[in-house]
């Protein structure tokens, strides 16, 4: 019944397809984080970063303490990765981000979202019905002589609250 069970119920479904994720890639793994993580310190793969959110809150039924609301996210999902090879790890980046978009799409609804540290509960109505994406110039000067590759996604959720 908060942002963070929505970032929960994304991080451990994203986590969960992580092979579907990195299938065709030069990739080993797919880390995921549902905070901003310190960027300098991420070393080399493919990352999935759960970050910033605009929120919309509305009232479905009365009365107040027993009734719904709905909330309409739009999460942005930071995709980024680092390789040695700029075109070898680029397409290998493309096709990762395209795999995780299908994840999303895929995902599971209408089901319970469990807060991770209140433990309280809401629906989650629809996630990644709607999608859209921006993709950065790649970072050619990184460190350690590696090109970084970066997308941003923004994803739109529903979650209903009970009992509001």
Do not use: C, H
């Not at 990352?47 to 009365?63: A, C, H, K, T």
């Amino acid at each position: 019944m908060s942002v963070l069970a929505l970032k929960e119920y994304m991080r451990s479904t994203i986590a969960a397809a992580q092979a579907a994720i990195i299938a065709n890639t030069t990739f080993t793994s797919v880390t995921v984080f549902r905070q901003v993580p310190k960027f300098e310190k991420l070393g080399t793969g493919f990352f999935v970063v759960l970050g910033p959110f605009d929120r919309e809150e509305e009232r479905l039924s009365v009365p107040r303490g027993g009734g719904q609301k709905r909330l309409t996210y739009e999460m942005q999902v930071w995709v980024m990765a680092t390789a040695a090879d700029e075109q070898a790890g680029g397409d290998s980046f493309d096709t990762a981000s395209e795999n995780l978009s299908q994840v999303l799409r895929t995902a599971n609804v209408v089901i319970d979202i469990v807060d991770p540290v209140t433990g309280g509960t809401s629906w989650l109505l629809e996630i990644a019905e709607v999608i859209s994406e921006r993709g950065d110039e790649p970072e050619l000067a990184a460190p350690q002589g590696l090109v970084r590759f970066f997308t941003e996604k923004r994803v739109k959720a529903i979650e209903v609250l009970n009992n509001t």
